[in-house]
């Protein structure tokens, strides 16, 4: 093979043959950004997280392609974001139901969710929040504990699926309200005198 190949670069150099054409380099797709559609958690409110999103390093490296979220076997599933049912049933004795993302680009945002026995049917139109089916019992995935694997996809290329929620879903805790002086410090306070400022009562 080397031999051919210093032949064929020899006789192109020296103008006997054609010079071979040089493959061109096809640029690798940009990946769109996920747009924060999401308006709920698949499971509960806040679930805890059993195991984030790990990216595998190459398409058929190690990682983790989802989010693990801990809650009750039985528990609703809902869709995060409005969209298509584009797949509900069975993958190796596993429930599965795949939503496709309305207006999110092409090719369109995907989210899995499983084990979940599947209340809706393929080709359905989903609401953000509507319940897609009930979690499953899980064989082994979270441990002894019972989780739902969230998954996103665009293409065939993996995403963190939080992503897709906005700031204010992913806060944890509730909303603190900070304590108010008292209005006698309040009206001891000097006002900045301007055009809009007007004297206290």
């Not at 747009?35 to 509960?44: D, E, L, N, T, Y």
């Not at 984030?52 to 390093?57: F, L, S, T």
């Not at 084990?115 to 359905?124: F, I, L, N, Q």
């Amino acid at each position: 093979m080397r031999l051919m190949l210093m032949l064929t670069t020899t006789a192109a150099l020296t103008g006997l043959v054609a010079p071979l054409p040089v493959p061109a380099v096809l640029p690798v797709p940009a990946v769109l950004p996920v747009p924060a559609v999401g308006g709920a958690w698949p499971v509960g409110t806040r679930p805890p997280i059993v195991r984030g999103w790990v990216p595998p390093a190459t398409e058929y490296g190690a990682g983790h392609r989802g989010v693990d979220l801990a809650a009750p076997v039985g528990s609703p599933v809902r869709a995060v974001a409005p969209g298509r049912v584009s797949f509900a049933g069975r993958v190796a004795g596993r429930g599965v139901v795949a939503v496709e993302l309305s207006d999110t680009g092409e090719p369109p945002l995907r989210t899995t969710y499983e084990p979940v026995t599947a209340s809706v049917k393929e080709g359905e139109t989903v609401t953000s929040g509507e319940v897609v089916g009930t979690l499953e019992p899980t064989t082994g995935h979270c441990g002894p504990a019972s989780c739902l694997h969230w998954g996103l996809l665009r293409g065939k290329v993996y995403l963190d699926p939080l992503s897709l929620l906005p700031p204010w879903l992913l806060r944890r805790g509730p909303s603190r309200l900070l304590p108010v002086p008292p209005a006698e410090l309040w009206l001891s306070l000097e006002r900045p005198a301007g055009p809009y400022s007007r004297p206290l009562p």
